[in-house]
């Protein structure tokens, strides 16, 4: 028994400096992961304030070509995000709010280009009380829309109807890249804006109507 004993007491001691070594490397592991996360860069974007956001619109407002890229791609992180499907024929559209910043009269939202080859861009869109619009990317250079079709009724909701225009940008667009799409009004008051961007892999150029709307899932109206 009194060997038990001493065996006991010999296992416990042992068991104690295995705990107490194991809780010394935990800490130093922790301090080291602590100091390496602390010195690691962030890729987090800086917060655009409502006073520079405000500037770079009323300055975008009277700008064009690069000038206003640059002014925009300085506030891209606080546009609205718009999603964009890969699939030909879905008629999926997202709704955003537009104008909504007093005596601006420019807004935008951005959609990134997914990694593969789908880097052709059909797209309908319908914004009411709209000067202007064009696309830009948030990096480099990129040649834009050169046509557009509008007038055009399509089975749709009569707030679609109304505005819709379709256009094109064939095997242009960069994959993981962002882009802008910018919308200059001719008067102020927030608008509703209707979407669908479609990009495919595809040898298309020069789509004609029926080619955009196929990609996109319009069909006539009374169909």
């Not at 010394?24 to 992961?33: E, G, M, S």
């Not at 939202?109 to 789908?118: A, E, K, L, S, Y």
């Not at 829309?145 to 064939?170: C, M, S, T, Y």
Request: hydrophobic content about 45%; charged content about 20%; aromatic content about 8%.
């Amino acid at each position: 028994m009194i060997i038990s004993k001493r065996r006991s007491r010999s296992r416990a001691a042992k068991l104690g400096l295995i705990l107490l070594c194991g809780m010394a490397a935990l800490i130093a592991f922790t301090r080291a992961t602590d100091t390496r996360a602390a010195d690691a860069p962030t890729s987090r974007p800086v917060a655009v304030s409502d006073e520079a956001f405000d500037a770079a619109l009323a300055k975008a407002r009277g700008q064009s070509g690069a000038e206003l890229q640059q002014a925009l791609a300085t506030i891209s992180s606080r546009f609205q995000s718009v999603d964009v499907c890969t699939s030909a024929g879905r008629n999926m559209w997202s709704i955003r709010t537009f104008n909504e910043r007093p005596a601006q009269q420019v807004d935008a939202v951005r959609f990134t280009v997914p990694d593969g080859t789908h880097t052709h861009l059909y797209w309908a869109f319908s914004v009411g009380n709209l000067d202007s619009w064009y696309i830009v990317p948030v990096q480099g250079q990129l040649v834009g829309f050169e046509d557009f079709h509008r007038g055009l009724k399509f089975h749709l909701p009569p707030a679609i109807n109304r505005n819709v225009i379709l256009q094109e940008l064939p095997m242009r667009l960069t994959p993981g890249e962002e882009y802008i799409l910018w919308f200059k009004f001719n008067k102020p008051g927030r608008v509703l804006g209707y979407m669908s961007l479609v990009l495919l892999d595809d040898d298309v150029h020069d789509a004609s109507v029926p080619q955009i709307q196929a990609a996109i899932g319009l069909a006539d109206q009374g169909k």
